[in-house]
């Protein structure tokens, strides 16, 4: 019987002191389990994704050294096999780098095996820095069972993938017993049952068990969400990790069967997590990580009373704790009663500090000095603009003074089309909304509170029209669609092929409809245009928390500088 410690870990870049003690811990933890190997995720060393870190020599030394430290433990904890991820570099023609494994066992190198396919679409760019590894099967006896190894990607060949080549058939034919793959899988809504499927299918294709270990954990605009799980050779899923935190945990391994605790696991649910709640839970991950990592305790929020201040307060909250968010109130003269009262409710029900800085006397004062020099009265977009611009000042005035992270609130309908202003509400340091549609928003509040059990947003920010507040009687639909109809243009335009069945055919029909008409195409044809013609300002502004099929961001690469139809 083989078993084998589990060890979904959340491994920060850079960080090869800290991950060389996460990994070291695991391996302590499997050798109170009896475990004869652990497995660790796609490039735990170093944290995935280095990125340029690859290519400065100090960084790659740092990356021996610390291998050096895990061999040396594993001389410590000698009857345990290490799965070990990490960038091992290589002689020859080409990239100098094999995204790779190693197997260690006793301080020796027992195997090594290097990722072939390399992903270079969405938010992956492994051709950069990385060479495809040969196109060879590697096994290695552990415990009486023949044990196989892929390295993600490597797993996701097969119909309908653009690889000619594909590992899996490679493996199949060097026999083994049971096939570990690791993985640095970002997660969006529906990935885990992608995950399931694919693998599942290449199971029963090949008729091998697959243990897929994955990483867990927030890194800029990427949330891992782990969800290890095993699948048998008849393609069931049987035993799967928690998602959105660490798991260690051993199962084994025995007559071509996993066994947990020694009985037959059961199978696993086909649906995870409803897709708020799925929001909800990468979105508080991405930015506790976030903040963690970057140095920071406490963040500060702009609180208009609006929609997207309310939930991204939130979901902040919920990530570091209410004593550690403060929201800040800017009223102005164009402010309704509601921006400061409704703020003042949500932050009670919250249990977070609330300040209140008036910005009127201050835009007052741009005003003036407008007037004095051009001899014109400030008014229109540039008076709107200024009263975000001075909000953005004051978040950063209070960030500076007191070392919160801002956390900016645009959504991603507004982001897509502009509807926000550069050096104002977008000044910040993450965007936790900015993958979600303004419909989305609303729901994620809604359900919010229908999961508290009571109302943590106010029924009177839910049910508002959205607004910006900074001209008289201002509401979004002086300069937008409805959203329900926006939303629906941009989810097609931005997604398209990538989107959900079900979501693909509610938004294609929309917008057939609107294409049948000639205003409604002129419609759509201007909402592509305010697209196309605001990419300038999302390339400034703060990296969001991916939770769809394709973000703003990594995800989405398009000039500045061009012609677009």
Not at 29 to 34: H, I, L, S, V, W
Not at 86 to 96: E, I, Q
Not at 339 to 367: M, T, W
Not at 468 to 478: C, S, W
């Amino acid at each position: 019987m083989l078993r084998i410690q589990i060890a979904q870990i959340n491994p920060t870049v850079g960080d090869l002191v800290g991950n060389v003690r996460l990994m070291t811990d695991a391996a302590r933890a499997a050798r109170t389990q009896d475990a004869q190997m652990v497995v660790f995720p796609e490039l735990a060393l170093t944290g995935y994704y280095p990125g340029d870190l690859l290519d400065d020599p100090s960084f790659l030394r740092r990356v021996d050294e610390a291998f050096g430290e895990l061999l040396l433990a594993s001389r410590q904890i000698s009857s345990v096999h290490w799965v070990i991820g990490m960038p091992v570099a290589k002689a020859g023609p080409g990239k100098p780098l094999h995204n790779a494994l190693r197997v260690v066992c006793g301080g020796e190198v027992l195997l090594e095996y290097a990722k072939q396919l390399l992903p270079t679409y969405n938010v992956f760019d492994e051709r950069r820095h990385f060479e495809p590894g040969p196109d060879t099967a590697r096994v290695l006896p552990v415990a009486g069972a023949r044990v196989g190894f892929l390295i993600c990607e490597d797993g996701w060949a097969g119909e309908g993938t653009e690889y000619a080549l594909n590992p899996f058939d490679r493996l199949r034919d060097a026999a083994p017993d049971l096939v570990v793959s690791i993985h640095a899988s970002p997660s969006n809504v529906g990935k885990r049952e992608q995950r399931h499927h694919v693998f599942a299918a290449a199971a029963l294709r090949t008729r091998l068990p697959i243990l897929y270990v994955n990483q867990v954990g927030g890194h800029d605009q990427l949330v891992y969400d782990g969800g290890s799980f095993a699948v048998e050779a008849d393609g069931r899923v049987v035993w799967e990790a928690a998602r959105f935190s660490t798991h260690l945990e051993a199962i084994d391994f025995e007559t071509g069967r996993f066994l947990r605790r020694g009985d037959l696991p059961s199978p696993v649910p086909v649906e995870g997590l409803p897709t708020l709640a799925f929001y909800r839970e990468q979105i508080v991950l991405g930015i506790r990580d976030y903040a963690r990592r970057c140095g920071f305790e406490k963040a500060a929020v702009g609180c208009s009373g609006g929609i997207d201040s309310a939930l991204t307060l939130a979901l902040a909250a919920e990530a570091l704790g209410p004593q550690n968010v403060l929201a800040i109130t800017m009223p102005s003269r164009f402010s309704s009663p509601g921006s400061v009262s409704d703020s003042q409710q949500l932050c009670r029900n919250l249990g977070i500090e609330l300040l209140e800085h008036p910005i009127g006397a201050i835009v007052s004062s741009f005003e003036s000095a407008y007037a004095q020099s051009s001899g014109a009265a400030l008014q229109g977009i540039a008076l709107e603009n200024l009263q975000a611009r001075v909000r953005g000042t004051v978040l950063m005035e209070i960030s500076n003074s007191l070392g919160h992270l801002v956390l900016t609130t645009g959504n991603k309908s507004e982001i897509s089309v502009g509807y926000c202003t550069l050096y104002g509400d977008t000044n910040g340091g993450l965007g936790p909304l900015g993958d979600l549609y303004k419909v989305e928003v609303f729901a994620l509040a809604r359900h919010l509170n229908e999961a508290a059990g009571r109302d943590l947003i106010p029924a009177a920010i839910i049910d508002k029209p959205p607004s910006a507040e900074l001209a008289p009687n201002q509401q979004d639909t002086d300069s937008l669609p409805p959203y329900e109809l926006l939303d629906q243009v941009l989810k097609l335009h931005i997604e398209g092929s990538r989107l959900a069945d079900w979501e693909a055919e509610t938004a294609r029909r929309c917008v057939d409809g609107l294409l049948s008409t000639p205003e409604g195409a002129a419609l759509v044809q201007r909402i592509h245009r305010m697209v196309a013609r605001n990419e300038y300002k999302r390339r400034q502004s703060p990296p969001i928390i991916r939770v769809r099929c394709r973000a703003f961001g990594s995800g989405r690469q398009l000039p500045i500088a061009a012609v677009y139809p």
